[in-house]
Structure formats: structure tokens, C-alpha cells
């Protein structure tokens, strides 16, 4: 008698175990699975993106930003305030936030911690480590802007 009530006392028990431990399991499954897919980068080579139409130059003001979508990535287009076009990626060297163009103070800056870049891309002030990576642009025949990745640094 003593023994068939140990016997089912380690079997409940068990049981126990296996129910919480389960639940465990599947709640902290819930919780991770998530954050890693959102901080891992998915698998697969990204598609090569060649040159991409962003507009017509006469749709871009001077002394404006905006930001577009090369591939998976942001890129910020600007037209300074004498009219030149350039393009830069809009993802911050320093955590990845993604930057926007301030007309006021004529920069590349970055909200999350108060980056700023020059309209060459170059890293001025705050934390970010490096400059911005720069596209080529060019106009095309119909007044369009054409951004494209550079092949070459600078
Ligand atoms: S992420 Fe841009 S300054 Fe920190």
C-alpha cells in the first residue's frame, strides 16, 4: 500500500513536470522564436538590385529629402539647396536606425542618437563610426533620377 502511493505520487508528480516543463518550453518558444527571426538577417542571397528610377528631378525641391527603397534597403535621395542630387544608404554606421534629411540645419541626421552626416555622407558629429555609404546618380534623357550602387569606394 505504501508503495503503490509512492509509485503515484512519483507518477503525478512526473506528470507535473512534464505539463510545466512543456508549457515552459512552448512559452519561452513563443517569446524567442520571434525576437530571433526580427534580429536575424533571413537566409538567402539578397536579390542584386542594377539601377533604380526614383522620380523625376522635377518632383524633388531643393533643400529636400526622401527616402526610397533599393532592394530590401533604404536609400535617402537629396537635393541640396544649389540643386544637386545625391544618394546615400539611410541606415545609420552606428545602430542601424534609419536617418532622414534636415533642411533646417542642411544635414543627414539620425534621430535615435543624434548622428549627423554632411551632404558628402562623412560621419560629423555624435556616435556614428563612419561615413554614410554613397550611391551613384545620374539624370537621365527625361529629367529622372537614376540611383545606382557604386562599384568603387568613395
Ligand atoms: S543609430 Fe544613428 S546615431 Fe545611433
Known amino acids: 500500500m505504501e508503495a503503490t502511493d ?12 512534464w505539463v510545466v516543463g512543456g ?3 512552448a512559452f519561452l518558444g513563443a517569446v524567442i522564436y520571434p525576437i530571433l527571426r526580427y534580429v536575424l538577417p533571413p537566409q538567402g542571397a ?8 526614383v522620380g523625376s528631378l522635377d518632383d524633388f525641391a531643393p533643400n529636400t529629402g526622401k527616402i526610397v527603397r533599393y532592394g530590401s534597403k533604404p536609400v535617402i535621395v537629396i537635393r541640396t539647396a544649389a540643386g544637386d542630387v ?8 552606428h545602430l542601424q536606425c534609419t536617418v532622414q534629411y ?3 540645419i542642411r544635414h543627414i541626421w539620425c534621430a535615435c542618437h543624434n ?3 554632411d551632404l558628402e555622407g562623412r560621419n560629423i558629429a555624435g556616435p556614428p563610426p563612419r561615413p554614410l555609404e554613397r550611391f551613384d546618380v545620374r539624370i537621365d534623357d ?3 533620377i537614376v540611383i545606382l550602387r ?3 569606394g568613395g
Not at 509512492?6 to 513536470?17: E, Q, V
Not at 539578397?46 to 528610377?53: A, C, K, Q, R, W
Not at 546615400?88 to 554606421?93: G, L, N, Q, R, V
Open 46 to 53: 539578397e536579390p542584386e538590385v542594377g539601377s533604380l528610377n
Open 6 to 17: 509512492c509509485a503515484r505520487g512519483f507518477s503525478r508528480r512526473k506528470l507535473l513536470r
Open 115 to 117: 548622428g549627423h552626416y
Open 23 to 25: 508549457w515552459v518550453a
Open 102 to 104: 534636415r533642411p533646417d
Open 150 to 152: 557604386r562599384t568603387t
Open 86 to 93: 545625391r544618394a546615400f544608404s539611410a541606415i545609420c554606421t
Open 142 to 144: 527625361q529629367r529622372n
